[in-house]
């Protein structure tokens, strides 16, 4: 089962079930769980700006976003730069129209699509949180690598080694899923980038983030998010629990 690099609750959501499933069962755990956050990861916003203003673009770029999601990252970085425009892509077609009423206005598009299908000529990537979009980690660097020169990628790493506990934990995950983090430096590198700047989610972004996602599921009441929430809590009060998973949002160019 591929690790989601936001953690737990992004694993499981991804390996729920197929998106027609989803629809007619209504809004997933993890959709209901994130309501009200910015991104489907730890980082905090002022890192995520901080990120997005130090990308080396030229003028008029065309930004693309594999694995978009709602598109808020996409949405921000055309709003650092505003000669620039965007293609945001994803195969979850709620988050696509979610995307697209939030862009109105904008010189962007949002599509329901496979990442591997995309062409054109792109200046930047983002890819935070989502390397399943391009066969997981570390093949999405390669694939990212071929799209553009600059990237702005988000990924988990191991803090330390992760305990049978904690792989189970995040739904039956093996530890070579991740890299530690002079593994994902390591594989940046090797995928021909350099890293221009980097920032790593704190313990504190990790708490405000998951304790949020157990705050906002339990509030919701239903039996699938009481699970989902239990699960975080549970996950979180083992030992290590909070300190095994971090997540880097690496600015590389190549």
Known sequence: MPLRAAGLEAAEARRASSALTARAQGPSASRIAHAGLPFANPI?????????????????????????????MLLRALRAYPRARGLGVDLDADAIAEARERGAGLPVRFEVQDAATVRGDFQAVINVGASHAHGGFPAALTALRALAPVVLYGEGFWNRPPSAAFLDALGGATVDELADLGGLHAAALDAGFHIVSESIASSRDWAIYEETLADNAERHGGPQTAAYARRIRERRALRHGTTTLGFSLLVLYG
Not at 55 to 69: E, H
């Open 44 to 72: 905090s916003e002022a890192a995520v700006d901080a990120a997005i203003r130090s990308l080396p673009l030229g003028p008029d770029p065309l930004i693309l976003d594999t694995g978009c999601g709602n598109g808020e």
